[in-house]
Nanobody, 125 residues
Framework: QVQLVESGGGSVQPGGSLTLSCVAS????????IAWFRQVPGKEREGVAS?????????YYADSVKGRFTIAQDSTKRTVFLQMNSAKPEDTAMYYC?????????????????WGQGTQVTVSS
């Protein structure tokens, strides 16, 4: 079982920046892709960004965050980061880290087997 622990959430003003971290217990076939999702109450969980941990470093982004968010990894620390810049109130959500073997579309929740507990991000003035 892959364990994922998120951190870095908090409150930020519109236009501000925040960096989320996801530490994985392993970078293995079960964590070949790590993604960030977000969810607000009453809505479905939405894919934000994903990155391949197998060496290719391929990454994907939701249209709503392209140009503002950056996903990156430090394989030596088994950590995936989500750098959030130019934050908007609509970015407010619980952010989850997820890992999967790489099958399926990156933005589908069903493509991931393991999930973290989430970290809350609030963008407000």
């Amino acid at each position: 079982q892959v364990q994922l622990v998120e951190s870095g959430g908090g409150s930020v003003q519109p236009g501000g920046s925040l960096t989320l971290s996801c530490v994985a217990s392993e970078f293995s076939m079960r964590a070949r892709v790590i993604a960030w999702f977000r969810q607000v109450p009453g809505k479905e969980r939405e894919g934000v960004a994903s990155i391949s941990t197998s060496g290719s470093n391929f990454s994907y982004y939701a249209d709503s965050v392209k140009g503002r968010f950056t996903i990156a990894q430090d394989s030596t620390k088994r950590t995936v980061f989500l750098q959030m810049n130019s934050a908007k109130p609509e970015d407010t959500a619980m952010y989850y880290c997820a890992s999967g073997s790489g099958g399926g579309a990156w933005f589908h929740v069903t493509s991931y087997t393991y999930w973290g507990q989430g970290t809350q991000v609030t963008v407000s003035s």
